[in-house]
């Protein structure tokens, strides 16, 4: 049973409560009240197909992440100044999927406090400060992560780079300086890691460490070449730095064939940091690093989080990764995201503003251009919110917003991708080499300027 909702009146309310900058996604802005799987339901009941959110991991409302959390919350929940079994139970479970040099979890609420831990344990372990970082990355909402979070520091009104943050162009083999053509490429862009190390001893930070999405997924969900992590590493490490992988987008088998994203690199990384899908909606963060790592930072003062690694989190998080090896979702994504892949190839081939298909499993990045080859921010957003009005979600990233960013929950199904697919063909008939204009019923309500479009 629904009780009939209204939208217009919510958004009203919205604007009233809440800051400009919380933005909404699309013109239109959708309302959503249930879920289930890969669906999702809005005030009418109507159904959406999630092709977006990678939090519910392994599908909304699961029954099994229900129950456990109904369990503990009739039992306690409490904190890591008890034992308690679960909380050991979790930690055996993640590192159980790491390489045996990741041996010490620390448990939190976000990713981004997972970054902004991985921070300290860096400059803890090496006394040094300055952090490098790929271009257009983001970590995170905090004073401490947003310095290291070029999406954010560097667009229009942000806080600016730090003189301790070192970029480096992202390793984007279809836009940047070094294309697929070029077998070195994956050296060549690490190469790009030497002036930035420099720069930071030569101002006298030393280098702490860099930091970097395995994938840059707001970067344009992007796939470096293979090799590229491992050759930064080995300079960073030269330079007396630790390497930080954030896993927050590319972790938990959403990759197929990787359980992690640094797994395809081939690399090896002191700090793997996770978020997002390991709570699937419940707010969990994870950092596991080495002995030696955690023993530096545990020089210094206690380290506690009152909620982190809550009974209830941990039994959670246990139950994500559980449900990802039994119902093989991992296998799932591979299996869903190698059809959508190929359809998707398909459409490039159909149509000239499919500028690259980019992906692996469920991690999929679909770029749109312009007839001259330019980024179309205005074909993306078009495209985005035409899959809206058919009830599919999907995002758009990228410095640009040029790239449709597909990322569904792993329990996505064929049917599913299928309609993916064929809806996506017939918006993109629509478009031809310039976008209609969209008809933006939200902004005609409220006028322009509202804070939506
Ligand atoms: N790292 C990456 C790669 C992310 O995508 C995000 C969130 N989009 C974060 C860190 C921050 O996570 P949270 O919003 O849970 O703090």
């Known amino acids: 049973r629904y009780e009939p909702v209204d939208r217009r009146k919510v958004l009203e ?5 809440f800051a400009p900058n919380l933005s909404l996604t699309y013109d239109e802005p959708v309302m959503l009240l249930r879920g289930w799987k890969h669906h999702l339901f809005d005030e009418w009941g109507r159904p959406y197909l999630d092709a977006y959110n990678n939090v519910p991991h392994v599908g909304h409302a699961h029954p099994r992440i229900q129950a456990v959390a109904a369990d503990q919350l009739k039992r306690m929940n409490s904190n890591t100044r008890y034992l308690h079994p679960a909380q050991v139970a979790f930690a055996e479970k993640i590192l159980s999927k790491l390489p045996d040099h990741l041996e010490v979890c620390y448990f939190v609420n976000s990713g981004t406090e997972a970054n902004e831990l991985a921070l300290r344990l860096a400059r803890a372990h090496t006394g040094a400060k300055g952090m490098v970082t790929p271009d257009h990355g983001y970590h995170g909402n905090t004073t401490g992560v947003i310095d290291i979070s070029a999406y954010k520091f560097n667009a229009p009104g942000g806080v600016g780079q730090s003189d301790w943050v070192e970029l480096v162009e992202v390793a ?10 070029d077998p070195e490429r994956a050296q060549k862009f690490a190469d790009l890691v030497d002036p930035a190390i420099s720069a930071l001893k030569s ?26 992590l491992p050759a930064v590493y080995e300079k960073i490490r030269a330079a007396g730095g ?40 419940h707010p969990l ?36 990764l559980d449900i990802v090896d039994e119902e093989e979702l991992q296998d799932n994504a591979r299996q869903m995201g190698a059809r959508l892949m190929a359809g998707l190839r398909d459409l490039e081939r159909d149509f000239t503003c499919l500028g690259d298909v980019r992906g692996m499993g469920l991690f999929i990045g679909v770029e749109l251009v312009a007839p001259d080859g330019s980024e179309s921010t205005e074909i993306c957003r078009y495209v985005k919110n035409r899959m809206r009005d058919h009830r599919i979600l999907i995002g758009s990233e990228g410095p640009h917003d ?45 006028g322009a300027g509202c804070g939506c479009c």
């Open 13 to 17: 309310q919205r604007l009233n409560h």
């Open 172 to 181: 984007d083999d279809y836009r940047g300086s070094f294309g697929r053509d």
């Open 203 to 228: 101002k006298g930070h030393g280098v702490a460490g860099f930091i970097a999405e395995t994938f840059p997924s707001v970067g344009g969900q992007i796939i470096p070449p293979k090799g590229y």
């Open 242 to 281: 630790i390497c930080i992988a954030d896993e927050v987008q590319t972790g938990l088998g959403r990759l197929g064939d990787h359980y992690f994203g640094f797994e395809h690199q081939g690399a090896s990384p002191d700090i793997v940091v996770l978020g997002k899908p390991i709570g699937n909606g």
């Open 285 to 320: 963060g994870v950092l596991v690093t080495t002995r030696a790592i955690a023993e530096s930072f545990a020089k210094g003062p206690e380290f506690f989080s009152t909620f982190g690694g809550s009974t209830l989190s941990c039994r959670i998080g246990k139950e994500v």
């Open 402 to 446: 040029n790239i449709l960013k597909i990322r569904p929950p792993l329990t996505i199904e064929a049917e599913d991708v299928d309609m993916i697919l064929h809806v996506l063909r017939a918006v993109l008939t629509e478009v031809g080499d310039a976008p209609p204009a969209p008809a933006h019923d939200h902004c005609q309500a409220h």
